[in-house]
């Protein structure tokens, strides 16, 4: 049976959104533009990534499948650090998720469409 994963959040404007596997192992209370990090913002696997280019007049759900970077790591190819989400067009668009009332979903389907 084959598994996909979804990574789902709230995105409203015209652009593109690329999904990063972390690479630094962080922690919610002590993360920072700068810190732990090794470059600012963030270290994340820039050969591993997932992507989704889309518009929406008013904020709408979107699903990125990163199936290839969560089998890297059951595969033991990398550590799960966590996903890095970029808007590499820029333009200080908003990306829900960080609350936690509207945090981000991982679903797994399988493929008969089961979750």
Not at 8 to 33: H, K, N
Not at 86 to 101: D, F, M, Y
């Amino acid at each position: 049976m084959e598994r996909r994963w979804l990574v789902t959040f709230a995105v409203a404007g015209p652009l593109m959104v690329e999904v990063y596997g972390v690479t630094t192992g962080w922690s919610a209370v002590s993360v920072g533009w700068e810190t732990p990090w090794a470059e600012p913002g963030g270290d994340f696997d820039a050969r591993s990534h997932a992507a989704h280019v889309g518009a929406a007049s008013e904020e709408v759900l979107v699903s990125v499948d990163v199936t290839g970077i969560v089998q890297g790591w059951v595969d033991g190819e990398a550590e799960n650090h966590g996903l890095l989400v970029l808007t590499p067009s820029g333009g200080g668009h908003a990306i829900g998720g960080v609350s936690e009332t509207q945090a981000p979903v991982v679903e797994i389907w399988t493929t008969a469409g089961a979750r």
